[in-house]
């Protein structure tokens, strides 16, 4: 959006008015999914036309760790994204990740055709974060699924409902499936109490604790809240 008409992203069908402006070389920057753009005669006969290849163009593949984890069943077409090699061949490749471990990058780099690359990486370490990792004790005749789920997360929320705002920013990945979100958002009402919210009006504006997950459509009202909301404490996720 910020690109204003100088950006476009091609879908799987588009208008003739943004394939004309494709022809005429209008956009400087042209975002899609592999699926929009591999094996679509239309849009490729219009790359390796002169207008195209006597630029300078760059082909960046974002969440490049999705060519590894996804391209074998998943989405196909990620591993696919070498074929626009031929039809940009004078294009650099800029694969970014925040996941990949070395060797990754190496399958990565055989996967879209990356000879003589360089790796620029570094450790987005920050004294304000940290990750924790906590086991759930295993189960037995006594020890039930919801217990062990408790054992996680009893003493974070009770050491929220002593600190209230005081206590730091926390999200919180949930293993199993996605129902034990919706166990954690009631444990967490259940525990707290009237902790649970910043006032008397139980809304979701003043709650401290939200859930979030795959099912929430886009215009849920929990995809707005942002991590600098000023009640939301906790982020229970799938």
Not at 159 to 173: A, E, M, R, V
């Amino acid at each position: 959006r910020k690109l204003g008409s100088f950006a476009t992203c091609l879908k799987e069908k588009n208008d003739a008015s943004v394939l004309q402006k494709l022809r005429n070389g209008d956009f400087s920057y042209i975002f899609t999914h592999p699926e929009h753009l591999i094996g679509k005669k239309a849009i490729n006969d219009i790359l390796v036309s002169e207008m195209y290849s006597s630029k300078t163009c760059i082909i960046v593949v974002d969440e490049a760790h999705c060519v590894l984890d996804w391209g074998e069943e998943y989405r196909p077409s990620f591993r696919q994204i070498k074929e626009m090699r031929p039809i940009l061949p004078n294009a650099k490749m800029l694969a970014l990740s925040a996941t990949l471990t070395v060797s990754g990058q190496r399958d990565v780099s055989k996967h879209l055709l990356m000879k003589n690359y360089k790796v620029v990486s570094s450790v987005p370490t920050k004294e304000n974060m940290s990750l924790v990792i906590c086991r759930r004790p295993p189960l037995s005749s006594v020890v039930s699924s919801k217990e062990t789920y408790n054992y996680v997360l009893r003493p974070v929320l009770q050491d929220l409902k002593s600190k209230g705002q005081n206590f730091p920013l926390t999200i919180i990945y949930l293993g199993g499936t996605m129902d034990w979100v919706g166990y954690a958002y009631e444990y967490a009402n259940k525990l707290l109490g009237e902790d649970m919210y910043t006032s008397q009006l139980h809304s979701l504006e003043n709650c401290r604790v939200v859930m979030y997950h795959s099912s929430i459509g886009k215009d849920d009202e929990v995809r707005s809240l942002k991590f600098n909301q000023k009640f939301v404490i906790i982020k229970i996720k799938f």
